[in-house]
C-alpha cells in the first residue's frame, strides 16, 4: 500500500522564490528520506531525518518531520532553474524497502 | 567511485517479447533491489538481495518477473512474456548496510516501453 504521499503533485515558481513540498505517511517510522529525479535520471538522495529529529538542514534544504502528524515537509529555499525535477518522499517499510510516494514536480522558471 | 548503472537505458519491445534488465551496484554493496515506475504511479519495491539471495521478493507483481544475482555482483530483471502494463521505470538502487542504516544508491533506471 502506498506510504508517503507528496502534496502538491505540481508546483510551478520563479527563481530565487522558496518552494515547499509536503509529505504525509501511515504508519510509523524509523526516518524518512527525500529524494529528486531530474528527468531521465535516476533518483538522488537529497537528505535523511530520523524519526527522532524534528529538523535537519542541508545548504538550501530544510526537512521537518511531525511524527504526530505522520508528515513531512522540504524547503528548497532561494530555488534555482536546476532544481527543477521530481522530488519524492520514501519511508523504511518492514524489511529493508522504501515506500515512495508519487512525487511533486517542480518547475522552477528562470 | 562508479555510481549504479544500469543497462539498458531504454528499451521498447512488443508484447509477448522477452526483456531483461541489468544492473550493475556500486562495487562493494551487498544489498541489491529493483523498484519500478508506473506511468503516474509511485515507486513501488520488487526485491531486495543480499549477496546473491533473495531476502525480500514481495513486491514482485507476477510469475513473468523474475530476477536473478547470480555471484553476488550485477542483477538482471527478466520479464517473459513482457505485458503493456508492464510499460514504466525500472531501477535498481545499492546499499552498503541494510535497514535504516542503509542509505540506498539509485541507478538512472531503465525506462520499457511495451508496446
Redesign the interface.
Known sequence: S?Q?EEDPQALSIQEGENATMNCSYKTSI??L?W?RQNS??????LI?I?SNEREKHSGRLRVTLDTSKKSSSLLITASRAADTASY?C?T??P?????????TSLLVTP | EA??T?FPSHSVIEKGQTVTLRCDPISGHD?L?W?RRVM??????LL?FVKESK??E??MPNNRFLAERTGGTYSTLKVQPAELEDSGVY?C?SSQL???L????????TRLTVL
Open positions: 502506498q508517503g524509523n526516518n528520506q529524494y531521465g535520471r535516476g533518483l538522488v538522495h535523511l530520523r519524492f520514501a523504511d517499510a524489511g529493508y524497502a522504501l515506500n515512495f510516494g508519487k512525487g | 555510481g549504479v544500469q544489498n533491489y523498484y503516474g504511479k509511485e515507486i513501488k519495491f531486495h531476502q525480500d514481495s513486491g531501477f538502487a541494510a535497514g535504516v542503509g542509505e540506498q544508491f539509485f541507478g538512472p533506471g
